[in-house]
């Protein structure tokens, strides 16, 4: 690259902005994972999306002033947590998150981001459903941060709520393409009992009841991947859940978005074949049966804002959930072009 490039304004408020996000994600390590009931910490995930979408130094720092105040700092272990050598045998317990955390932290440090990320994303995919998805989200955005702390506790708390779902039943036959595999288990699910609502508080523990239901044994397996690469596999995911998400604006379906480009982005460390995402794709199912989500019913605005607005609203928003699906529908926007994407981020900006 040449030095006129390095020395662009472009570059210099780019290369500023991200030692900003560095030190307010080092900052946000000294809070807990969750706040209140079990809610996922949004924090560093907020803040990173926020240095994707171009927000200023004062935006993510109003962020995080606004944001911490719903969060406890967490005293560390007397001595500091002690890494263990088998981290697997330690998923799914929230308990040793601090555990979980020093060990990712000395293996990332020790063997680097790739071979680590080569070992536990296949052994924590399978667990994705777990609060709701944060986990690989959390990870995906650590991982475009290039902030090795942030990594590890992502990594930890992907660990630390691994959560398995279920497995369905055989499905046959199977459904070609993710839309028309979402709308069929709508159908199954209205025709199993029109009323059918999981009644857990927790999207996640939503997901657990939703697993158990005849739409699911039945549909949840019967999404056609034979001879669909795994790129075209997670892009199809992530345009059908941008495409509900715009039609319905329903808080589950939006996690499912975010979800879908957090696993594109965690691509080259997941399984290469479609057949071992199997566990992904029930915790699709799970949640789009969870969010019962019907289709807006709104006017069309002739006035629909573009990009630079809807950029623009995002990072001035104190909304974590519409600053990471803005964020996401941008990142796919750029990456692969389609309208689904800016209708998506509208519906989020409008609240």
């Known amino acids: ?24 994600l080092a900052d946000a390590l000294a809070y807990g994972p969750e706040h209140g009931q079990g809610m996922a910490s949004h924090l560093p995930m907020a803040l990173a999306a926020l240095d994707g979408l171009g927000a200023h130094e004062e935006q993510m720092r109003s962020f995080f002033a606004h944001y911490a105040r ?4 967490v005293a560390a272990p007397k001595g500091g947590a002690k890494p263990v050598d088998d981290w697997k045998r330690l998923r799914g317990r929230f308990d040793a998150y601090e555990t979980l955390r020093a060990s990712f932290a000395r293996l990332l440090a020790r063997d680097g981001t790739d071979a680590v990320l080569r070992d536990a994303v296949p052994a924590l995919v399978d667990g994705v459903s777990g609060a709701a ?8 955005h650590a991982l475009e941060s290039d902030h090795a ?38 159908a199954r699910r209205i025709a199993f009992d029109p009323g059918w609502r999981a009644s ?9 009841q939703a697993a158990h239901t005849p739409p699911y044994l039945e549909l949840a397996g019967a999404l056609a991947v034979d001879g669909v690469a795994v790129e075209a596999l997670l892009m ?19 996690h499912m978005a975010t979800a879908s480009r957090a696993l594109r982005v965690l691509a080259s460390w997941l399984p290469a074949s479609p057949g071992a995402l199997a566990p992904l794709l029930h915790a699709v199912a799970a949640a789009h049966l969870a969010a019962r989500a019907a289709p ?10 573009g990009w630079a607005e809807v950029r623009r609203l995002a990072c001035a928003s104190d909304d974590d959930h519409v600053i990471k699906l803005v964020h996401s529908a941008a990142m796919q926007q750029a990456e692969s072009p389609d309208a689904i994407w800016l209708d998506a981020a509208r519906t989020a900006v409008r609240g």
Do not use: C
């Open 133 to 140: 998805f944060h986990g690989p989200i959390r990870v995906a």
């Open 1 to 24: 690259m040449s030095t006129a490039v390095l020395d662009s304004p472009a570059a210099a408020t780019a290369a500023g902005r991200r030692a900003v996000l560095h030190r307010l």
């Open 200 to 208: 857990a508080p927790l999207i996640s523990a939503r997901m657990q």
């Open 149 to 186: 702390g942030e990594l590890a506790a992502g990594l930890a708390y992907w660990a630390a709520r691994w959560e398995p779902l279920p497995a369905p039943g055989a499905a046959t036959p199977r459904i070609p393409g993710a839309a028309a595999w979402l709308d069929a288990i709508d």
């Open 70 to 73: 719903r969060l406890e700092r």
């Open 296 to 305: 807006l019913r709104r006017e069309t605005d002739a006035a629909e804002p």
């Open 236 to 254: 199809d995911l992530a345009k059908s859940s941008a495409a509900h998400y715009a039609a319905t604006g329903n808080f589950t379906v939006l």
